[in-house]
């Protein structure tokens, strides 16, 4: 537990730090030839703080048991009961945002190079609607999780030993969110399938697949167009081009690290208490990979746009020669003294 607390606060202090960074340098040194991409990714480095503020507030932990995963919180805020569990369905719906984030990204690139004349979307009044769709899928993944992956008396006895036992806690200290995949039948005492939790996970499925497919398709299109501007570059100019291909990479790259530190993750969680496995130690690693990735997210454009790293290097450079200079002046002055003694 000390682990995960510990690894908890120095994640959300790096995102905090690293996205605040990344604000500075998006507002003052973004290109022009960046246009209005900018605003987006203030809103996704914006959101990358919120993410790190729920999740270091929140410090939840997971636990899996026999065919149920379990993250629990301490409720380290001291907050009413009913609200320290919607606080943890607000932490399980970050991933549904991110998402959603992901994917508008990839559309506003997929239009700024392939359909230019559809930027539109990306701007009052139309971005409203694109609004919507965020708050509506994320609302819907934070009730869906409120009503299927909520606190009930069946899923409490089942954990309640095993949460005693590994973290000598008991049901009055902590809340939770969880899915137990098969339920005993209180006649017969045999196993069976929980409905509920199985369209749960399918409602998740649903959306990962369909954001991803999205991804996907304007990845290759994006891809395409990309190679066949390098090679004949009387359409857009140099400058213009390099722009657009340190922006690609820099989204590929922001959707990779999602991918591997939370999605595969995420779907590790669950593949485990489906096949009734428990995963041991290894647990104790899945939520602390999952919440490094809004300090890696803002990591990656800071390497991949040009201005930003030239202003970070100028920086350090600055830095050291004022270290340099100072070191030097102490020097000199220490070998007058010892002239004049």
Known sequence: MIFLIISCYLNSFLAIFTNSILIALIIRKSPRSMGNYKYLMLIFSIFGIVFA????????MLH???????????NSLGLPRKISFCFIALNC???????MLLVFHFVYRFLAICK?????IFTFPSFN?????????SLEWWIVAIFVAGENPVVEEHIRETMLTNYELNRDDYTYASSWFYRKNPTTGEDHASIPDFLFLANLGIIIASGFSIIAYCWLRLRFELLKSARDLTQVSQKTHE????????????TLFPVFLMFIPAGILLSFPILKQD???IELIILPLITTQPFMDALVPMYFIRDYRMEI??????????????????SNTSKVFSLRT
């Open 116 to 120: 230019p004349h559809r930027l539109e």
């Open 93 to 99: 719906s970050c991933y549904g945002m991110i998402m």
């Open 64 to 74: 899996f048991f026999n065919g149920a995963y379990i993250i629990f919180s301490r």
């Open 129 to 137: 609607y694109l609004i919507a769709i965020f708050f509506v899928i």
């Open 53 to 60: 503020i729920i999740d270091g507030t929140n410090q939840p």
């Open 279 to 281: 995963m041991g130690p």
């Open 243 to 254: 722009m657009q291909r340190q922006l690609f990479r820099s989204l590929i790259a922001q």
């Open 313 to 330: 290097m100028k920086f350090f450079k600055k830095s050291g020669n004022r270290i340099g200079n100072s070191s030097q002046d102490k």
